[in-house]
């Protein structure tokens, strides 16, 4: 029996295997702490939110975060909850913001957001699930931080494809 | 950028300095003092009273001073005086000693900002 599948179903393998190699190689970052990485991957989400709408970077969003932890080995691992937690977090807000009348945001604006969704909804399954310790409301601030720091590196990235892209055609 | 992506930024930028002032900043004012003694309570000292109290132990007395709403050891027979650079405890759950002389010192507040504290 052969599935049928349609361009949207290539569109979505192909830009998740995309997001995939890039959450890959950043796997191999070394990190100063769990759960703090630059969020590369993100760059592919944004780019197809702007490009082909919420559908299709949801289906990479989640797809990424799941193929990436069966082929790293962390799938179901708390590793893996925190990830998806984010995911599914930032994939929200991201759904939120694109339905904003008028269409305010651009690469940027959804990047940060995205990253700052991403790294409260992390926190909340380490807080609450992990590690439900007072103590480690002290790390919040700073790993707020970074996501608004790596949101902007990410939304700049994206910007900029879009400006080369556009200059090629 | 779209004016969505400045307002993202300025938002982001509140929101972290908001939670920088809620996590770092500074921890509630203690109310009064525990001072221990041989390994027993010696005496609980309230912190809005100027006082110097003179506390006994096997080397002699150690002076704990009270001051503006904080204590410290002042003086102390022992020989290598650490707690006496453990300097001014303000803060609830801040904490001094004095090993040699078996005396310590902890500051009690509405909240405290350690847990336990190992040396």
């Known amino acids: ?169 | 950028m779209r004016p969505g992506d400045l307002l993202v930024l300025l938002l982001a930028a509140v929101l972290v300095s908001y939670l920088y002032l809620a996590f770092w900043g500074p921890g509630t004012a203690g109310e009064y003092a525990v001072i221990h003694a041989n390994g027993s309570e010696w005496q609980k000292v309230s912190l809005h009273e100027e006082h110097e109290w003179q506390v006994p132990g096997p080397l002699g007395t150690s002076t704990l001073e009270v001051r503006d709403g904080r204590i410290r050891f002042s003086d102390s027979p022992c020989q290598n005086k650490a707690c006496i650079h453990s300097g001014w405890l303000s803060h609830g759950g801040e904490a001094a000693a004095c090993l040699p002389n078996r005396i310590s010192v902890q500051v009690i507040g509405r909240d405290r900002r350690y847990d336990s504290i190992s040396f």
């Not at chain 1, 991201?94 to 604006?109: D, I, K, N």
């Open chain 1, 1 to 169: 029996m052969i599935l049928q599948t349609t361009r949207e179903d290539h569109l979505i393998a192909w830009l998740t295997a995309l997001a995939i190699t890039i959450h890959l190689a950043e796997s191999a970052l070394p990190s100063p702490l769990p759960g703090v990485k630059p969020g590369l991957a993100n760059i592919i989400t944004i780019a197809v939110l702007v490009r082909f709408g919420w559908r299709v970077a949801a289906w990479v969003g989640v797809l990424r975060v799941l193929v990436g932890s069966l082929v790293l080995g962390t799938f179901l691992s708390p590793t893996f909850f925190l990830s998806f937690g984010g995911a599914v977090a930032s994939i929200a807000i991201l759904g939120l913001a694109s339905l904003v009348p008028g269409r305010p945001f651009g690469p940027l604006g959804y990047s940060v957001l995205s990253a700052l969704a991403h790294m409260a909804a992390q926190f909340g399954v380490a807080y609450y699930f992990f590690i439900p310790h007072a103590a480690l409301l002290h790390l919040l601030p700073v790993l707020m931080t970074a996501a608004v720091i790596f949101g902007i590196v990410s939304g700049t990235i994206v910007a900029a494809m879009f400006r080369s892209s556009e200059k090629r055609c």
